[in-house]
């Protein structure tokens, strides 16, 4: 589990890098901002235990996210790609779906069927996403569905969460 957490946190350090080299040097080819009110966001996902989020605009309607999740059980990491819709009417606040994929670890903590195995699964997500004005904050709440590979899996519909991140 520790070997897990320390490769997560490595892998989301060397995506922030990259990610600040290619914003600075997109600001410096144009000075105009995405219909997104931010860039790059970092923070923490709640569902059954925590997570790390990290998401980035690649253009103005889309967004790569990558989510590494840690509860009772075991770990997973998530990667999603996400089409993002505004709400008429309601600024800072828009939609989004997309598809994505994930691999996981259960640990044999509790001794149930899943002990000591590696999963991976296609996700999908909907979700609403919030870009507070006044402050460099962002909040997101979806639904991740996903449909894992391997023996006693299927259809998992309890993924997804709620987001808090501090944008950039």
Same mark, same amino acid.
């Given at each position: 589990?520790?070997?897990?957490?320390?490769?997560?946190?490595?892998?989301?350090?060397?995506?922030?890098?990259?990610?600040?080299?290619?914003?600075?040097?997109t600001?410096?080819s144009? /000075? /105009?901002?995405?219909?997104?009110?931010?860039?790059?966001? &970092?923070?923490?996902?709640?569902?059954?235990?925590?997570?790390i989020?990290?998401?980035?605009?690649?253009?103005? +309607? @889309?967004?790569?996210?990558a !989510?590494?999740?840690?509860?009772?059980?075991?770990?997973?990491?998530?990667?999603?790609?996400? &089409? #993002?819709f505004?709400?008429? $009417?309601?600024? %800072? &606040? +828009?939609?989004?779906?997309?598809p994505?994929? #994930? =691999? %996981?670890?259960?640990?044999?903590?509790?001794?149930? +069927?899943? $002990?000591?195995?590696?999963? $991976?699964?296609?996700?999908? !997500?909907?979700?609403?996403?919030?870009?507070?004005?006044? @402050?460099?904050?962002?909040?997101?709440?979806?639904?991740?569905? /996903?449909?894992e590979?391997?023996?006693?899996?299927?259809?998992?519909?309890?993924? $997804?969460?709620? @987001? =808090?991140?501090?944008?950039f």
């Amino acid at each position: 589990m520790k070997k897990i957490f320390v490769l997560t946190t490595v892998m989301i350090l060397i995506i922030y890098v990259n990610v600040s080299a290619q914003r600075t040097a997109t600001k410096r080819s144009s /000075s /105009s901002a995405t219909s997104s009110d931010y860039t790059t966001a &970092l923070g923490i996902k709640f569902l059954d235990g925590a997570g790390i989020t990290l998401k980035h605009f690649v253009n103005d +309607k @889309a967004a790569i996210e990558a !989510v590494g999740y840690f509860w009772n059980r075991g770990a997973r990491i998530t990667g999603l790609y996400e &089409l #993002h819709f505004d709400i008429a $009417g309601a600024d %800072g &606040l +828009k939609w989004y779906i997309g598809p994505g994929a #994930h =691999i %996981g670890f259960y640990n044999n903590k509790y001794g149930d +069927k899943f $002990g000591n195995r590696s999963f $991976g699964g296609i996700d999908g !997500v909907l979700g609403l996403d919030y870009k507070v004005k006044s @402050a460099p904050l962002n909040f997101s709440l979806d639904w991740q569905p /996903s449909f894992e590979f391997g023996e006693n899996r299927g259809f998992i519909g309890s993924w $997804g969460g709620f @987001a =808090i991140r501090f944008t950039f």
